[in-house]
């Protein structure tokens, strides 16, 4: 079989990030790349999570992309739709439609060390394709994950899972469990309990909430932001900005982060007037150690004649509902199931095969790690985004993103522009970060003793960046080409005492 052309990049995903990498390879002149996405549509969290109540913690003036404006905000804070709407909108705007290759699900990823190619493969019988470059741009929260509750095959009821919400089942008049009270079940809890005959929410861990308040976005605003650019980017640069000094209280273990604490605390004792509820709400951990939660109307829908917070451990599931350790089986309709994703802190999201036959989730079975977050020694050519140490605590995702597709795009157009067959990051360089990001998580919340999803269960955190978003935006300015193995011609690799050196 004939070998297809090489791309010059193969995007792996079309959700923000492929869709914002797209953007800026078009933007730097490169062309010819392709998104694999495994939907068939375009939109990644936005398509997926659809579940009622579906929103952003962050502002939509700074949940966007700062090179592709939206004056039409409908709120300060959007739903699911409207920023489903904003990507569809982005994909027609830059012209991308005819780049996606939908229904295509990547499987395994291979590099050709003599060509400088990567081999990606598909499931199915589809093609394979060939790239100078990829980057993998997956999604974070990309895979739902059922929790691994004993008996959960034995219940008989519906179940429905928040990220995979079954929008033909009418919930009105069932009697409905949500497990979890994490980010998604505090959107779903006030939505579902106007629906549902009774709604009992089954907490694990009481969570930090702090009030949201969302105001529609008046016609006088829109025009000014359509007018005149600059007044929507200065109010992005405020939202920013606030976020930026909200860090001090929620990346850090500061006395400011008692300052979030007394306006968590304060925003409870307003909304839930019934100490022993109260009691059963208050978090013991320290405020940003697991992700903040931000409602108005969590506390309030808990309240209601029809909803009830259970807080006893769940023992099992059975057929008809959930057995709770001491004892009572509690019977449901339908368990809603907000138990969040299979974030891959260990392994990789897909099989990735690097120089001299290396196994990314060989080297990552402890945890993941990577140089700025975006690439791995041993892996040339290959661009993570919401890669490894990446994760922001107190501001937009998209803040992060766009400065990973500003480097990635920087290092793709290097490849091509000096016909590199490899761009490898060196590994002394990759060390000496990783030291550095390990030692700055120490202080920082997420590591302050508590258990979440941002750590294995060795308490390795691969997944926050401890740091101000400039920061992170700050190291990733400029690809500095000195932290990198260049070849263009694959068959001298390995001569060069740098090169043995990185791959050691
Ligand atoms: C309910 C919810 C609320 C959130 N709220 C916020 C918030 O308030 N603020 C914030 O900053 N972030 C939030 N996030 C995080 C959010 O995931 C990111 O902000 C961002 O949308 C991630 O974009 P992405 O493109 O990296 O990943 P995704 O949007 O997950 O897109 C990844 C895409 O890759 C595709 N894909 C995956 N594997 C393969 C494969 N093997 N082959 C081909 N295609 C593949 C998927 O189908 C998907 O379309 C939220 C996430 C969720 C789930």
Redesign the pocket.
């Not at 699911?80 to 991308?96: C, K, N, Q, R, T």
């Given at each position: 079989m004939s070998k297809s052309a090489p791309l010059d990049v193969a995007i792996?995903?079309?959700?923000?990030?492929?869709?914002g990498t797209a953007i800026r390879l078009k933007q730097k002149g490169i062309t010819d790349f392709a998104i694999?996405?495994?939907?068939t549509r375009?939109?990644?969290?936005?398509?997926?999570?659809t579940y009622p109540g579906?929103?952003?913690?962050?502002p939509s003036r700074l949940?966007s992309y700062s090179f592709a404006p939206n004056p039409d905000w409908s709120h300060t804070y959007s739903g699911?739709a409207e920023i489903l709407g904003y990507v569809e909108s982005m994909v027609e705007e830059f012209g991308l439609r005819n780049h996606f290759r939908f229904g295509?699900?990547?499987?395994n990823l291979q590099f050709d060390e003599e060509a400088g190619l990567w081999t990606v493969t598909f499931d199915g019988r589809k093609p394979k394709v060939f790239a100078r470059s990829v980057v993998v741009?997956?999604?974070?929260?990309?895979?739902a994950s059922l929790p691994n509750i004993k008996g959960i095959d034995t219940y008989e009821g519906h179940k429905v899972h928040?990220?995979k919400w079954d929008h033909d089942y009418d919930f009105a008049g069932k009697k409905v469990a949500v497990v979890g009270t994490g980010?998604?079940a505090v959107?779903i809890v006030p939505e579902l309990v106007k629906q549902a005959e009774s709604v009992k929410v089954f907490q694990r861990t009481a969570g930090w909430v702090l009030p949201r308040v969302n105001r529609r976005t008046n016609s006088v605003s829109k025009m000014l932001y359509r007018q005149f650019p600059v007044t929507e980017s200065l109010a992005r640069q405020a939202w920013f900005w606030g976020h930026e000094s909200v860090a001090l209280g929620v990346v850090w273990n500061t006395p400011l982060t008692r300052v979030v604490e007394t306006v968590g605390k304060a925003h409870l004792r307003a909304q839930v007037k019934d100490p022993w509820l109260r009691r059963q709400l208050t978090p013991d951990f320290r405020a940003g150690c697991k992700r903040l939660l931000m409602t108005s109307d969590y506390y309030p829908a808990l309240q209601k004649d029809n909803c009830k917070l259970i807080t006893w451990p769940i023992a099992t599931l059975s057929p008809k509902g959930i057995r709770t350790v001491e004892g009572i089986e509690h019977q449901f309709d339908c368990i809603v199931f907000a138990t969040g994703?299979d974030v891959s802190k260990t392994g990789t999201?897909?099989p990735i095969v690097g120089r001299h036959g290396r196994v990314l989730s060989d080297e990552w079975s402890k945890g993941a790690y990577a140089y700025k977050s975006v690439a791995v020694s041993g892996y040339p050519n290959l661009y993570l985004?919401?890669g490894p140490n990446s994760g922001?605590g107190h501001?937009?995702?998209?803040v992060y993103?766009e400065a990973q597709i500003d480097y990635i795009t920087d290092a793709v157009r290097t490849v091509l522009d000096k016909n590199l067959t490899m761009l490898d990051v060196r590994r002394d360089v990759q060390d000496r970060y990783n030291a550095d990001i390990q030692q700055r998580l120490e202080s920082t919340t997420w590591n302050s003793g508590c258990q979440s999803w941002y750590l294995t269960e060795d308490g390795f955190n691969a997944t926050m960046f401890p740091g101000f978003a400039t920061q992170y935006a700050h190291q990733l300015r400029k690809l500095d080409l000195r932290d990198f193995v260049l070849a263009s011609d694959a068959t001298k690799l390995g001569n060069r005492p740098s090169e043995r050196a990185a791959v050691s």
């Amino acid at each position: 079989m004939s070998k297809s052309a090489p791309l010059d990049v193969a995007i792996i995903g079309g959700g923000f990030a492929g869709i914002g990498t797209a953007i800026r390879l078009k933007q730097k002149g490169i062309t010819d790349f392709a998104i694999f996405e495994r939907d068939t549509r375009v939109g990644g969290t936005w398509r997926d999570n659809t579940y009622p109540g579906a929103a952003c913690d962050i502002p939509s003036r700074l949940y966007s992309y700062s090179f592709a404006p939206n004056p039409d905000w409908s709120h300060t804070y959007s739903g699911s739709a409207e920023i489903l709407g904003y990507v569809e909108s982005m994909v027609e705007e830059f012209g991308l439609r005819n780049h996606f290759r939908f229904g295509h699900t990547v499987t395994n990823l291979q590099f050709d060390e003599e060509a400088g190619l990567w081999t990606v493969t598909f499931d199915g019988r589809k093609p394979k394709v060939f790239a100078r470059s990829v980057v993998v741009a997956s999604g974070p929260l990309a895979n739902a994950s059922l929790p691994n509750i004993k008996g959960i095959d034995t219940y008989e009821g519906h179940k429905v899972h928040s990220a995979k919400w079954d929008h033909d089942y009418d919930f009105a008049g069932k009697k409905v469990a949500v497990v979890g009270t994490g980010a998604s079940a505090v959107q779903i809890v006030p939505e579902l309990v106007k629906q549902a005959e009774s709604v009992k929410v089954f907490q694990r861990t009481a969570g930090w909430v702090l009030p949201r308040v969302n105001r529609r976005t008046n016609s006088v605003s829109k025009m000014l932001y359509r007018q005149f650019p600059v007044t929507e980017s200065l109010a992005r640069q405020a939202w920013f900005w606030g976020h930026e000094s909200v860090a001090l209280g929620v990346v850090w273990n500061t006395p400011l982060t008692r300052v979030v604490e007394t306006v968590g605390k304060a925003h409870l004792r307003a909304q839930v007037k019934d100490p022993w509820l109260r009691r059963q709400l208050t978090p013991d951990f320290r405020a940003g150690c697991k992700r903040l939660l931000m409602t108005s109307d969590y506390y309030p829908a808990l309240q209601k004649d029809n909803c009830k917070l259970i807080t006893w451990p769940i023992a099992t599931l059975s057929p008809k509902g959930i057995r709770t350790v001491e004892g009572i089986e509690h019977q449901f309709d339908c368990i809603v199931f907000a138990t969040g994703f299979d974030v891959s802190k260990t392994g990789t999201p897909i099989p990735i095969v690097g120089r001299h036959g290396r196994v990314l989730s060989d080297e990552w079975s402890k945890g993941a790690y990577a140089y700025k977050s975006v690439a791995v020694s041993g892996y040339p050519n290959l661009y993570l985004t919401f890669g490894p140490n990446s994760g922001p605590g107190h501001s937009s995702a998209l803040v992060y993103m766009e400065a990973q597709i500003d480097y990635i795009t920087d290092a793709v157009r290097t490849v091509l522009d000096k016909n590199l067959t490899m761009l490898d990051v060196r590994r002394d360089v990759q060390d000496r970060y990783n030291a550095d990001i390990q030692q700055r998580l120490e202080s920082t919340t997420w590591n302050s003793g508590c258990q979440s999803w941002y750590l294995t269960e060795d308490g390795f955190n691969a997944t926050m960046f401890p740091g101000f978003a400039t920061q992170y935006a700050h190291q990733l300015r400029k690809l500095d080409l000195r932290d990198f193995v260049l070849a263009s011609d694959a068959t001298k690799l390995g001569n060069r005492p740098s090169e043995r050196a990185a791959v050691s």
